[in-house]
């Protein structure tokens, strides 16, 4: 049984001198029924690129086989259907273009017959035909070649007529992300799709090639992101860079200079993430007395609670710097007795300077803490924590984000 394989492309057509057909597309069906299989992919081939060197050494040719694809899918055509004139004519009527060419290879015998005709659709007419005979497949070469040469030749010469090239669109991009649900928009708001099964493909649109297109990336529990992506091809694959999931939780470690014997630990929630936190840490250090025998005259237990708010710069900086204020308590236990005193605090204002990356961050923070004197105070009967030089505590940190 022969074997029948449909090629499908599309031209842009305008008038030239002799006023024939608007400027539209031209549709082109390649039949070709050999049983050699290898040969047939070859002639295919063949046929292919020696239309596109024709017609495009005169920069005449615009290939499209999907908007092609798309019209012989409307009209419900079957390849049967292709031997018959009217048909062909109906299916250029469909597709809405003046031309329809016709490339025809078919075994008889020992011989390869190649007929290559051009039908005027609104005429319902052939305007052209070239009809060869090879008898091998070296003369088939020679055939093919000549006799799309001599067609073309007829339709820009003989026939008035111009075959325009169009510039190649992008009609299909296909953003690919692991990122389940992510939403692409572009910048005016418009949403574009849904990633689904780690693909979303966008065939309602055009754009040249080298458009170079911006935009947004949307992910619940994840910062929203922009990327400009480029588009190459009329088909073009975008890979999609991971949205950086939103700061809901820190661990904290941080030591301040004024109590050098000790570190302190702490966590923190966001409840607007990226953007607003409330802390909970503890400080335990030991205070030193040079003066007794053990070296070691008190400890102290600093616990306080904080909520803060990040300003001006966003969470793709690399340098944030936040305010908070909270309130705190610090517990103190002489080794020597079974006394204990503690000594409350309001932390009026403290400034944090943060050197800001996508896992951890590191921060440096004075602060201001007044005293209220209140209850059995072993270190600040009221008033403000000074150091000993007279300047306000400061505290270096590091966080490990979630």
Same mark, same amino acid.
Do not use: F
């Given at each position: 049984m022969k074997r029948t394989a449909i090629f499908l492309i599309m031209t842009m057509l305008a008038v030239f001198s002799m006023p024939l057909f608007a400027e539209q597309a031209a549709l082109v069906l390649e039949n070709i029924n050999i049983s050699d299989e290898a040969l047939l992919e070859k002639?295919?081939?063949?046929?292919? *690129?020696?239309?596109?060197?024709?017609?495009?050494?005169?920069?005449?040719?615009?290939?499209?086989?999907?908007?092609?694809?798309?019209?012989?899918?409307?009209?419900?055509?079957?390849?049967?259907?292709?031997?018959?004139?009217?048909?062909?004519?109906?299916l250029g009527q469909r597709a809405d273009v003046p031309v329809v060419?016709?490339?025809?290879?078919?075994?008889?015998?020992?011989?390869?017959?190649?007929?290559?005709?051009?039908?005027?659709?609104?005429?319902?007419?052939?305007?052209?035909?070239?009809?060869?005979?090879?008898?091998?497949?070296?003369?088939q070469y020679i055939m093919i070649n000549s006799s799309i040469t001599r067609i073309v030749s007829k339709l820009t010469g003989e026939y008035g007529v111009e075959i325009v090239r169009e510039e190649p669109k992008v009609r299909k991009i296909t953003f690919l992300s692991n990122q389940e649900g992510m939403e692409i928009y572009l910048p005016d708001g418009e949403l574009l799709g849904e990633i689904v099964h780690s693909v979303l493909n966008i065939t309602d649109r055009e754009y040249e090639i080298g458009t170079r297109l911006l935009v947004v990336k949307k992910l619940?529990?994840?910062?929203?992101?922009?990327?400009?992506?480029?588009? *190459?091809?009329?088909?073009?694959?975008?890979?999609?860079?991971?949205?950086?999931?939103?700061?809901?939780l820190a661990l904290e470690f941080n030591w301040t200079y004024t109590q050098l014997m000790g570190a302190g630990t702490g966590i923190r929630f966001y409840p607007i993430p990226d953007w607003m936190y409330v802390s909970f840490d503890s400080y335990f250090y030991l205070q030193k007395d040079f003066s007794s025998d053990s070296g070691l005259e008190m400890t102290h237990n600093d616990m306080r609670l904080l909520a803060g708010v990040y300003l001006g710069f966003g969470p793709d900086s690399i340098f944030r710097v936040s305010a908070s204020l909270g309130f705190g308590v610090i517990m103190s236990y002489p080794l020597n007795s079974n006394d204990f005193y503690f000594d409350t605090y309001i932390n009026a204002a403290n400034i944090a300077l943060e050197l800001n990356f996508d896992e951890w961050s590191f921060y440096l923070r004075p602060e201001l803490r007044f005293f209220l004197g209140i209850g059995e105070s072993s270190l600040n009967d009221g008033g403000i924590a000074l150091s000993e030089w007279n300047v306000p505590l400061i505290t270096v940190g590091v966080l490990r984000k979630w």
């Open positions: 002639t295919r081939a063949q046929v292919k *690129d020696k239309l596109t060197e024709e017609l495009e050494r005169q920069n005449l040719l615009y290939w499209d086989e999907s908007y092609v694809a798309s019209a012989i899918s409307a009209g419900n055509i079957t390849p049967d259907q292709y031997s018959s004139g009217e048909t062909v004519l109906q060419l016709i490339v025809s290879i078919n075994e008889k015998e020992s011989l390869l017959e190649i007929v290559i005709t051009a039908w005027d659709v609104a005429g319902k007419k052939t305007i052209a035909t070239e009809r060869s005979v090879s008898k091998s497949e070296v003369t619940d529990g994840y910062r929203t992101g922009e990327q400009y992506i480029y588009l *190459d091809k009329e088909k073009s694959a975008v890979p999609l860079a991971d949205l950086i999931k939103a700061q809901n």
